[in-house]
């Protein structure tokens, strides 16, 4: 059986009492980063426990190689360094080849930084597109144009990096529109957790202002 695992965002308390039973009863935990995991398992006092790193990049023999002990009945985990496993991470390419062989799959739920800032945002979200990182070239123009007719929330994440020029190319698009709600959810779950409640209009002011330091989670109010 494969089980997916979600794991904290920052607050080790956020480990589900299902996540600790899977990571002490499976045979192996394929992750991103073994370092990470092996950290993890360390500060949940899981006994060593094999770790298979499979990441972005991993070749298809690796996949197999995994899906070779799963038909012979092993029970792994599969987790990201964060958050929901295939969630903006690694992990698509093993389940779904897993489920092309028809293995068991089981998902072990937990937290995901894009449903925690949705949840704190105060905005509507009986209905939200989820876009993960945006592009960075190709069609990020497009995308970003195509925000401003969007009735649903829209959620999706930012990097350190490119936060304030984010900010900065969304107060442009909304020019027009400076009453669209926004909200930056930063460091959710951990110390210096922020959430900024603003309107577009406010972003160029914001953007100067911002900690830069940290993971991001921006959500944008629908059009009325
Ligand atoms: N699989 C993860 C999940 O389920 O949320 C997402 C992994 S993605 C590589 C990492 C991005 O998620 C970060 O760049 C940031 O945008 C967002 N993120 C992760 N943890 C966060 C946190 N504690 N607060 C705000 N954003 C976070």
Known sequence: MLSIVATPIGNLGDITLRAIETFKHCSAVVCEDTRVTGNLLKQLEIPKKELI???GY??????ERILERLRRGEHLALVSDAGTPGISDPGYALVAKARESKLVIEAIPGPSAFLAALSV?????????????LPLKKGRKTMLESFKTREETIVFYESVHRITRTLEELATVFHDQPNRPIVIARELTKLHEEV???????LSMIAKKLTLRGEFVIVIGGAQ
Request: glycine share 10%; net charge negative; proline share 7%.
């Open 196 to 202: 900024i409640v603003t309107t577009v209009g406010e």
């Open 58 to 63: 991993s070749d298809p023999q690796k996949i």
């Open 53 to 55: 790193s499979l990441h």
């Open 121 to 133: 945002s105060g905005l509507p979200i009986q209905h939200f597109t989820y876009l993960g990182f």
